[in-house]
Nanobody, 124 residues
């Protein structure tokens, strides 16, 4: 069983920054691609970013490209999402998820394990 725990969410003003963390409780963490998704009230869950098992490949949704950066530290079983220039429309619950697949893993159905989410609220 793989468990993921997100942290780092909170309330921030527009233009501000937050860094989310996702700790994965699995010794084989380095074998998993890890992605971030978000879900705003009344909307479907959507892809934000993903990083390959080695960290060499990253992919972003167009809405966050240039503002968000995903990274990982396999020695600490942790994936980070640095969010800069935040906008009110970034307000959502952010989830991290793990997948055994390779390549551009950007669909919800491609992920096997999910965290409980962390709330990000951006005020205008």
């Amino acid at each position: 069983q793989v468990q993921l725990v997100e942290s780092g969410g909170g309330l921030v003003q527009a233009g501000g920054s937050l860094r989310l963390s996702c700790v994965v409780s699995r010794r084989t963490f380095s074998r998993y691609a890890v992605g971030w998704f978000r879900q705003a009230p009344g909307k479907e869950r959507e892809f934000v970013a993903t990083i390959s098992w080695s960290g060499a490949n990253t992919y972003y949704a167009d809405s966050v490209k240039g503002r968000f950066t995903i990274s990982r530290d396999n020695a600490k079983n942790t994936v980070f999402l640095q969010m800069n220039s935040l906008k009110p429309e970034d307000t959502a619950v952010y989830y991290c998820a793990a997948s055994v697949l390779r390549g551009n893993v950007s669909r919800i159905g491609q992920y096997d394990y999910w965290g409980q989410g962390t709330q990000v609220t951006v005020s205008s």
